[in-house]
């Protein structure tokens, strides 16, 4: 069932009671009672032949419900849920969240009890994914510290002004207004975040399908999401969406109605995970941090060919990744004669009250991709004051660089 990836990793992770539940309950299916005598397997096995029977429509509707709960049910996705649920939740319903170990359940009880609440944090956790990504990011600087205005009028300001420049009525645009608190970057202390969703309808696009063996057309309308975000502790006014010339209107929407205070148009620069320099041993400061222990555990290359090549060792090896790769390969390899396209890094962090000891990994990839934005709000603070200390992450202003614009020479450190 390749078009139903995420209801199989819903079906996996949830009860199997739990998964029939939401099944019907949300979408009017009518499926037979799981059998409890059968193991969880076998329950499974049976649902899931009942999603692969339904119609094609019935299951892409079921299909976009589930991505959503599945991307606010990892780790990054989980932190955003509990911080919206201990601001708005009332006591007997915190309580009945708070006894819910599973966290697809987590989430799932948020999708079905608290709509309005489950689409706030899904907008936070979508605009998550997208920081830093040149494809649908640029920042301002604003001033610091500034109120936002939520009064009803101001709020009237920005939806009217938001509308004139999407070229929709008001009516076809729908704004969001929260707050949440993240992680401060170098310190690691809570600073609040203010999110403005935008959302509005792009014109009517016609689809083909299938109905009663004819093939007829259909009309579907969707939506488009931007968010902007300011930040008063440091003046950060950052937007997310895909339409690159209107970001910058977007900002001074905000700035306008929302913090009525101007932004000079100064763009804060993008960040560039600059790895290159793990072609050749270097240490890891981990001074001052809650961490034990830092090693490179995987490198690879490409060359003009398109051939790769990747390194592995345990972060419990002896060796270091230079040593196994002469072992591997030659006594005489350097990964210095070669363009780095891929670098894994295992950190081991310390046993802090009743966290237990854990490892974190940094994945850096291509031309500027890190897996620190799919992270827990406090593991990406973390991990992004490491690579700023140890010197992997630059900033580049509004630039797109590629990795490719290296100079790949022979033991030459970039």
Not at 70 to 79: K, P, T
Not at 123 to 134: C, E, G, H, T
Not at 241 to 246: A, F, N, V
Not at 343 to 368: C, F, G, M, Q, W
Request: glycine fraction near 4%; include cysteine.
């Amino acid at each position: 069932m390749n078009d139903a990836q995420n209801i199989t990793h819903l079906l996996g992770h949830l009860p199997p009671a739990v998964f029939h539940e939401f099944i019907t309950g949300e979408f009017g299916l009518e499926w037979p009672e799981p059998n409890s005598k059968l193991g969880k397997r076998e329950q499974r096995a049976t649902m899931q032949a009942a999603v692969s029977g339904l119609d094609v429509h019935k299951r892409q509707k079921i299909e976009e419900v589930a991505e959503n709960i599945v991307l606010l049910s990892d780790g990054a996705g989980q932190d955003v849920v509990d911080g919206f649920s201990a601001d708005i939740f009332d006591d007997t319903s915190r309580e009945t969240f708070a006894i819910i170990a599973n966290q697809y359940e987590r989430t799932l009880w948020l999708y079905i009890n608290e709509p309005v609440l489950f689409r706030e944090a899904l907008d936070a956790r979508q605009a998550d994914v997208f920081r830093q990504s040149a494809s649908c990011y640029s920042g301002f600087m604003a001033p610091s510290n500034l109120p936002v205005l939520g009064d009803e009028a101001s709020k009237a300001a920005f939806h009217k002004s938001v509308a004139v420049q999407l070229g929709c009525s008001e009516d076809g645009v729908a704004i969001q207004i929260f707050k949440r608190l993240r992680p401060d970057t170098q310190t690691g202390d809570d600073v609040a975040l203010y999110q403005f969703s935008i959302h509005h309808n792009r014109p009517p696009e016609i689809v083909d399908c299938v109905k009663a063996s004819e093939l007829v057309h259909q009309e579907v309308i969707r939506a488009v999401s931007s968010h902007i975000t300011y930040e008063p502790t440091h003046g950060y006014l950052e937007v997310l969406s895909k339409d690159t010339d209107g970001r910058e209107a977007l900002a001074r929407i905000v700035a306008d109605t929302l913090l009525q205070s101007p932004i000079t148009g100064t763009k804060i620069p993008l960040k560039r995970y600059d790895y290159q320099s793990l072609a050749t041993p270097q240490p890891f400061d981990i001074s001052g941090e809650d961490v034990t222990s830092a090693k490179v555990i995987e490198l690879g290359y490409s060359d003009s060919n398109y051939r790769s090549l990747v390194v592995k060792t345990s972060a419990k090896d002896v060796d270091s990744i230079y040593t196994a790769a002469k072992s591997l390969i030659l006594p005489t390899f350097d990964f210095r004669d070669h363009l780095l396209s891929y670098a894994k890094l295992s950190i081991r962090l310390k046993k802090i009250d009743k966290e237990r000891s854990r490892t974190i990994t940094i994945i850096l990839r291509e031309e500027n991709k890190c897996n620190i934005k799919t992270k827990r709000e406090k593991d990406r603070a973390l991990c992004d004051r490491l690579l700023a200390k140890w010197h992997l992450v630059k900033e580049i202003g509004n630039a797109k660089p590629t990795i490719h614009s290296i100079a790949a020479c022979p033991h030459q450190s970039v």
